[in-house]
């Protein structure tokens, strides 16, 4: 079997007509073409061109109804949505998927995984031809420098995506033919290609208009820093956890270039936390323009959408929690994740002890309550999961209303395996919920703003960065940990201790625990802390997944699947007695839809094949992705499979 030319494209080049004068031109769609033979004449021409590039690499909350997947993940819609559906933070309704219970099959083709080529041929056919405008810019080729910085910045942030799924990739350096060597050359290792693509990273930085940004809102030198800091911290902490690499010895440098990046971002002065109104860190993700016109100073890079010739239906899915059609994503957020948001004063859950005889800390109401575990907590986790009695619990989307007087108190369901509005767990996400009727009737013309780069993300990346490195002071905490405590409501004033401080890391016996039993390597309290604070500020943002990978972390996706304790106070709320205002719970009946554990816990997946009490499998293999398998077939092909997958 040969390679077809359908995998390096073809001799017409797609592009997009977008809105490139204005900061919302991201949300149109392609709209002209132009032939190979005479393109790339203009300034005009290298625009259209790469308006093509946004759309196939900021995928945002997708367009239309949504229902694209972003492969390899286990659901379809906004990958900012979907993405923690395959982590320790979400749970699907229905059986839990292949990949997580190992039956997953090497798929055959490279779309099911992320082993596709088609986008990067599109930058290099750029990258090889941009130079044919010259002579419309009097040969001046410094006025070309900021269409060849975008060009290299979706060139690394495609090889970015290669390298978290694949480890080794080929790289590649041009288009090439039908008849080209290069299309069957082996992988390139890691090493080379995280080497090319900090170095292609740095060629967009330094090509691309100054730190200030660009003013039509199109790429800017501060999202090419932003995925360098990414890119970076990825390579860095992964050499540093994944021993079996024997590279720890070489991570350093990459940890330095992404403190380097996040300082020359935040030296920039253009960024700040959004902090504005009650519950800021809710509100940030509920926008409906470009983020300039929010006063949203937080966004660094954002897809937005107009409403007409572009939008998307994320929020009324979102809103409906509804995945019957085209899987997108139904469910709610795990204990495991509640267990982590710290208490009011800066302490976890536990304070001492060990599993079974833990000592509470004193403002930490226990699971036996109705949702008392939600009260007293990290600001973000009410802001993050809805609390019954408020937000999604009292809103009603036929009046528009969110009031308890007008609409009563609507409790979440709980069945596993229905997928109107069920949570599964009984916590239900109110990040990026909106509350919008408007918003909820626009169907796939909905505008709410996706962030993909935001500023608290930089401010997490710095102090990661400084703590692997062991240059972590206390100045770096205040203006990044200790900053996005405050902008969520934790008050310093009333309990001092919830401001972090490196001479008295809070002692967390659960977590230590954990880490002790899933990790081959210590993690230190202050590290322990930083990564703490990650999970619970990027929830619903498609990190954790990658975040596991690179600490070398999988195995905390066994830690059992649970939802909320279904107390006989909970059973008999939702002994469907209980159907109109002001109390509105739907029947779930214990045994039947819902499942518990010995603790009274609910399961999540009870009744998937080969998961015994909600608990997913996992094997380090893999930390890698499959590459498919009619890759592996092609004549002549000199690619490896990695290993533990089928075609090894």
């Given at each position: 079997?040969?390679?077809?030319?359908?995998?390096?494209?073809?001799?017409?080049?797609?592009?997009?007509?977008?809105?490139?004068?204005?900061?919302?031109?991201?949300?149109?769609?392609?709209?002209?073409?132009?032939?190979?033979?005479?393109?790339?004449?203009?300034?005009?021409?290298?625009?259209?061109?790469?308006?093509?590039?946004?759309?196939?690499?900021?995928?945002?909350?997708?367009?239309?109804?949504?229902?694209?997947?972003?492969?390899?993940?286990?659901?379809?819609?906004?990958?900012?949505?979907?993405?923690?559906?395959?982590?320790?933070?979400?749970?699907?309704?229905?059986?839990?998927?292949?990949?997580?219970?190992?039956?997953?099959?090497?798929?055959?083709?490279?779309?099911?995984?992320?082993?596709?080529?088609?986008?990067?041929?599109?930058?290099?056919?750029?990258?090889?031809?941009?130079?044919?405008?010259?002579?419309?810019?009097?040969?001046?080729?410094?006025?070309?420098?900021?269409?060849?910085?975008?060009?290299?910045?979706?060139?690394?942030?495609?090889?970015?995506?290669?390298?978290?799924?694949?480890?080794?990739?080929?790289?590649?350096?041009?288009?090439?033919?039908?008849?080209?060597?290069?299309?069957?050359?082996?992988?390139?290792?890691?090493?080379?290609?995280?080497?090319?693509?900090?170095?292609?990273?740095?060629?967009?930085?330094?090509?691309?208009?100054?730190?200030?940004?660009?003013?039509?809102?199109?790429?800017?030198?501060?999202?090419?820093?932003?995925?360098?800091?990414?890119?970076?911290?990825?390579?860095?902490?992964?050499?540093?956890?994944?021993?079996?690499?024997?590279?720890?010895?070489?991570?350093?440098?990459?940890?330095?270039?992404?403190?380097?990046?996040?300082?020359?971002?935040?030296?920039?002065?253009?960024?700040?936390?959004?902090?504005?109104?009650?519950?800021?860190?809710?509100?940030?993700?509920?926008?409906?323009?470009?983020?300039?016109?929010?006063?949203?100073?937080?966004?660094?890079?954002?897809?937005?959408?107009?409403?007409?010739?572009?939008?998307?239906?994320?929020?009324?899915?979102?809103?409906?929690?509804?995945?019957?059609?085209?899987?997108?994503?139904?469910?709610?957020?795990?204990?495991?994740?509640?267990?982590?948001?710290?208490?009011?004063?800066?302490?976890?859950?536990?304070?001492?002890?060990?599993?079974?005889?833990?000592?509470?800390?004193?403002?930490?109401?226990?699971?036996?309550?109705?949702?008392?575990?939600?009260?007293?907590?990290?600001?973000?986790?009410?802001?993050?999961?809805?609390f019954p009695g408020e937000n999604r619990s009292i809103y009603n989307v036929n009046n528009d209303l969110t009031s308890a007087a007008e609409n009563g108190?609507?409790?979440?369901?709980?069945?596993?395996?229905?997928?109107?509005?069920?949570?599964?767990?009984?916590?239900?996400?109110?990040?990026?919920?909106?509350?919008?009727?408007?918003?909820?009737?626009?169907?796939?013309?909905?505008?709410?703003?996706?962030?993909?780069?935001?500023?608290?993300?930089?401010?997490?990346?710095?102090?990661?960065?400084?703590?692997?490195?062991?240059?972590?002071?206390?100045?770096?905490?205040?203006?990044?940990?200790?900053?996005?405590?405050?902008?969520?409501?934790?008050?310093?004033?009333?309990?001092?201790?919830?401001?972090?401080?490196?001479?008295?890391?809070?002692?967390?016996?659960?977590?230590?625990?954990?880490?002790?039993?899933?990790?081959?390597?210590?993690?230190?309290?202050?590290?322990?802390?930083?990564?703490?604070?990650?999970?619970?500020?990027?929830?619903?943002?498609?990190?954790?997944?990658?975040?596991?990978?690179?600490?070398?972390?999988?195995?905390?996706?066994?830690?059992?699947?649970?939802?909320?304790?279904?107390?006989?106070?909970?059973?008999?709320?939702?002994?469907?007695?209980?159907?109109?205002?002001?109390?509105?719970?739907?029947?779930e009946q214990l045994d039947k839809d819902v499942f518990v554990d010995a603790q009274g816990f609910i399961i999540a997946y009870p009744r998937s094949p080969?998961?015994?009490?909600?608990?997913?499998?996992?094997?380090?293999?893999?930390?890698?992705?499959?590459?498919?398998?009619?890759?592996?077939?092609?004549?002549?092909?000199?690619?490896?499979?990695?290993?533990?997958?089928?075609?090894?």
């Open positions: 079997m040969k390679r077809t030319f359908k995998y390096i494209l073809s001799g017409v080049v797609a592009v997009s007509l977008l809105q490139s004068c204005k900061k919302d031109f991201l949300n149109l769609n392609p709209e002209t073409e132009l032939s190979v033979g005479n393109s790339l004449q203009s300034e005009t021409e290298l625009t259209l061109y790469l308006n093509n590039l946004y759309g196939r690499y900021i995928k945002g909350h997708f367009d239309g109804w949504g229902d694209a997947r972003m492969s390899p993940s286990i659901t379809g819609g906004s990958h900012l949505l979907a993405g923690d559906f395959m982590t320790d933070n979400m749970v699907k309704y229905g059986n839990i998927h292949s990949i997580q219970d190992q039956t997953y099959k090497t798929p055959t083709n490279g779309t099911d995984v992320g082993w596709v080529w088609e986008d990067l041929r599109s930058v290099h056919y750029f990258l090889e031809n941009y130079k044919n405008a010259l002579p419309s810019v009097n040969n001046d080729s410094k006025k070309l420098d900021k269409y060849v910085g975008e060009a290299l910045f979706f060139k690394s942030w495609d090889y970015y995506r290669k390298l978290t799924l694949f480890g080794d990739v080929p790289w590649y350096t041009s288009t090439m033919n039908i008849d080209s060597e290069d299309l069957y050359k082996a992988r390139d290792k890691r090493t080379l290609v995280a080497d090319s693509l900090l170095y292609t990273i740095n060629q967009s930085i330094n090509k691309l208009e100054g730190v200030s940004g660009r003013a039509d809102g199109r790429i800017n030198q501060n999202m090419a820093l932003f995925l360098k800091a990414r890119i970076a911290l990825f390579e860095g902490s992964f050499r540093t956890y994944h021993s079996e690499l024997q590279l720890k010895s070489t991570a350093a440098p990459f940890l330095e270039a992404c403190v380097d990046a996040c300082e020359k971002i935040i030296s920039s002065g253009k960024y700040q936390l959004y902090s504005s109104g009650t519950n800021p860190y809710w509100k940030l993700f509920t926008f409906k323009n470009n983020p300039e016109a929010d006063q949203n100073k937080e966004a660094i890079l954002a897809r937005v959408y107009d409403g007409v010739k572009v939008g998307h239906a994320t929020q009324r899915y979102w809103q409906q929690n509804n995945s019957i059609s085209g899987a997108r994503p139904a469910g709610g957020a795990t204990r495991s994740l509640v267990d982590e948001y710290l208490c009011i004063d800066g302490r976890p859950i536990y304070l001492s002890g060990s599993e079974g005889s833990y000592t509470a800390n004193p403002l930490f109401k226990g699971y036996d309550g109705m949702w008392t575990e939600l009260e007293n907590r990290d600001p973000r986790l009410k802001q993050t999961i809805n108190i609507t409790y979440p369901r709980l069945s596993y395996n229905v997928a109107d509005r069920t949570t599964v767990t009984g916590y239900m996400a109110i990040k990026h919920w909106m509350g919008d009727k408007k918003e909820h009737d626009a169907t796939t013309s909905g505008q709410q703003t996706a962030i993909e780069f935001r500023y608290g993300e930089v401010l997490l990346m710095l102090a990661e960065a400084k703590a692997i490195l062991g240059t972590l002071t206390q100045n770096d905490l205040d203006r990044t940990i200790n900053a996005l405590r405050q902008r969520a409501g934790f008050d310093f004033a009333a309990y001092p201790n919830s401001r972090l401080q490196l001479a008295n890391v809070p002692k967390d016996p659960r977590m230590d625990a954990l880490n002790a039993q899933f990790l081959d390597y210590e993690v230190t309290p202050i590290l322990r802390e930083i990564r703490r604070e990650r999970r619970v500020e990027m929830v619903l943002e498609d990190r954790r997944y990658e975040d596991l990978m690179r600490w070398k972390a999988g195995k905390f996706l066994t830690v059992p699947y649970r939802g909320m304790k279904f107390t006989a106070e909970k059973q008999k709320l939702y002994d469907g007695t209980k159907l109109q205002k002001p109390i509105i719970a739907l029947k080969n998961i015994v009490q909600g608990k997913a499998l996992w094997s380090d293999y893999r930390y890698y992705w499959p590459l498919p398998l009619f890759e592996l077939s092609l004549e002549g092909t000199q690619l490896k499979q990695n290993p533990g997958w089928l075609g090894e």
